[in-house]
């Protein structure tokens, strides 16, 4: 059943001006300032923006009941940033901090990718030894279903295989026709393990089948192009050659909140890496796959983008780009192709229900993002709050600039991290898109936001891209429980906002007094 919001009518209008500033990393050519300002809010006001800014004495004159709220968008690493008011009418805020209780992974795929590009931006030289394994293009007829393989599941620092497992062929899909010329799918279960061939059928299914546009290789190879091609030998020796047959491998990783991944080793021959299984593949959880086969799908969406990037990025344009922005790119993969596969996905929402949902929603990416929405976007530690944050920006990317167009121009900017962004998106600047993003979010249990702080439609947005159409379902992070989290103070690393809330229904004047040590933007949100 679908149902659909209201459609409010109060109008939204941008006031103050922009960031400034002309590149997204060099701030210190950016000249901040510290002033006494006082801003009237009038009734068909809702944002206000003082860019550059230094500690600030603001005056409010709020004309009318409204809601206020303050995000301020650090420029810097460590400010101790902090937020004092004398208020007429006002509610206080509420102050919750909570720890991260889920800050590790027993596979560390961070270090497995930093390893990998570590190979592939040397300048090692591929020297033969006497004993040297010339790869050579595999062919899926030497795979029939039961045949016996065996696989190198972990590394050690010198590159050697330390772990392998022995597995059985389960499932062959030969000779798919896609845009990419004929694939073909080797589903691979470690012996010993029970999964139902049902299972390992609708895994295969879900990933490559005969016909367009009904998979998960046909809705993202349309919009990043071909997971690997003859190309990667041709720049780099080191490659294994043209491979038209993707491997997945099933097995017990003995931890039920590790999904899968993709390890970039097995794209290098053994002579370099003799821990390469020298396919192109992916690793699932069996565990995983018995539990919850729609979120073992999703992750397939999610290693998919880690895939197709490390070849369109790293090998073809040399590119290495940070964990966040590869992370964010699957992250926002997974909220794209989630109603294709039939998944709530990270708003944890019915899949055919493009609104935001019901209130008190403890599923999906999103409570742990508004638990944690202090952490800098750029900075990652692997933990699941670093997943949260960077799945809520590029939830706010899609809806806001293009969806699945600009994750095509993610993918094939010659620019990296931040200036790849500004490249996809037309920003002049990347604290702007941080700051209209900070806003987005206190937005969001509205539908009438304005352009670029969207990320309710009160329905499904629509986005085409080569004649596909792909559907981004409505978000309120009010909705989720907990809800957006307020602090007074914080330390900000850059990139990072800081939510206040200045009061309910509030008239007349508000004093803020902000303090910011080196220089941030401040996003002052009425509604």
């Known amino acids: 059943m679908r149902a659909f919001l209201s459609i ?60 206020i709220y303050l995000v301020v968008t650090s420029h810097f690493d460590n400010q101790d940033i902090s937020i004092s008011q004398g208020i007429v009418s006002a ?23 930093r390893d990998i590009n570590e190979i592939l931006f040397s300048n090692i030289t591929n020297k033969p030894s006497q004993r040297q394994i010339v790869s050579r293009n595999r062919s899926v007829d030497e795979v029939n279903s039961g045949s016996k393989g065996n696989f190198c599941i972990d590394m050690d620092s010198s590159r050697n295989c ?39 059928d609708n895994l295969a299914d879900t ?58 080793k097995d794209n290098f021959k053994s002579s370099v890496i003799k821990a390469s299984n020298e396919k192109i593949m992916f690793y699932i959880n069996s565990g995983l796959l018995k539990k919850d086969p729609k979120e073992t799908y999703t992750t397939l969406t999610h290693e998919f983008q880690h895939m197709i990037h490390f070849y369109q990025r790293s090998v073809i344009k040399g590119i290495e780009d940070s964990s966040w922005y590869d992370e964010m790119m699957s992250e926002a993969t997974e909220d794209l192709i989630s109603t294709k596969i039939g998944y709530m996905g990270p708003r944890h929402v019915d899949p055919y229900d493009g609104t935001a949902g019901r209130a008190g929603n403890r599923g999906g990416r999103y409570p742990n993002f508004n638990r944690f929405n202090t952490v800098a976007l750029t900075m990652w530690q692997n933990t699941t709050r670093d997943y949260s944050k960077v799945s809520a920006f590029g939830a706010y990317l899609l809806r806001n600039y293009d969806g699945a167009t600009l994750l095509n121009k993610l993918m094939y900017s010659n620019n990296q991290d931040e200036y ?19 806003a987005a ?84 949100i009425s509604k």
């Open 8 to 67: 409010l009518t109060t109008s939204f209008i941008l006031i103050g001006c922009g960031g400034g500033g002309s590149g997204a990393v060099a701030q210190n050519s950016r000249e901040f300032s510290g002033k006494n300002r006082e801003i009237t809010i009038k009734n068909n006001q809702s944002i206000y923006k003082i860019p550059n800014a230094l500690s600030s004495n603001i005056e409010l004159n709020i004309e009318s009941k409204k809601d």
């Open 91 to 113: 509610n206080t805020p509420i102050k919750r901090e909570t720890a991260d209780k889920n800050s590790t992974k027993k596979v560390d795929t961070i270090k497995m990718r």
């Open 207 to 264: 990933f490559l089948k005969q016909g367009a546009g009904n998979d998960i290789y046909d809705w993202e190879t349309n919009i990043y192009g071909s997971e690997w091609g003859a190309d990667a030998q041709n720049i780099d020796s080191k490659l294994i050659p043209k491979s038209d047959i993707i491997d997945i491998l099933v097995y017990n990783m003995h931890n039920i909140g590790l999904a899968g991944y993709f390890w970039g």
């Open 441 to 524: 979010v206190m937005l969001s249990n509205r539908v009438d936001a304005p352009n670029k702080y969207r990320y309710n439609f009160g329905d499904f947005k629509y986005s085409s891209f080569k004649g596909t159409q792909y559907e981004l379902g409505s978000i309120n992070f009010f909705n989720y429980n907990p809800q957006p989290q307020y602090k007074s103070s914080a330390k900000l690393g850059r990139d990072a906002n800081l939510y206040y809330k200045v009061g309910n229904k509030l008239s007349g004047k508000v004093s803020l007094r902000i303090t910011i040590p080196k220089g941030a933007d401040i996003t002052i």
């Open 162 to 200: 330390v772990r392998r497992i022995f597995a059985t062929a389960k499932k062959v899909v030969r000779g798919v026709n896609t845009e990419f010329g004929s694939k073909s799918l080797v589903i691979w279960l470690e012996d010993g393990n029970s999964l139902s061939q049902q299972s390992i």
């Open 420 to 438: 790849a962004l500004l490249d996809a998106t037309g920003e002049n600047n990347f604290e702007d898109l941080i700051s209209n993003w900070g």
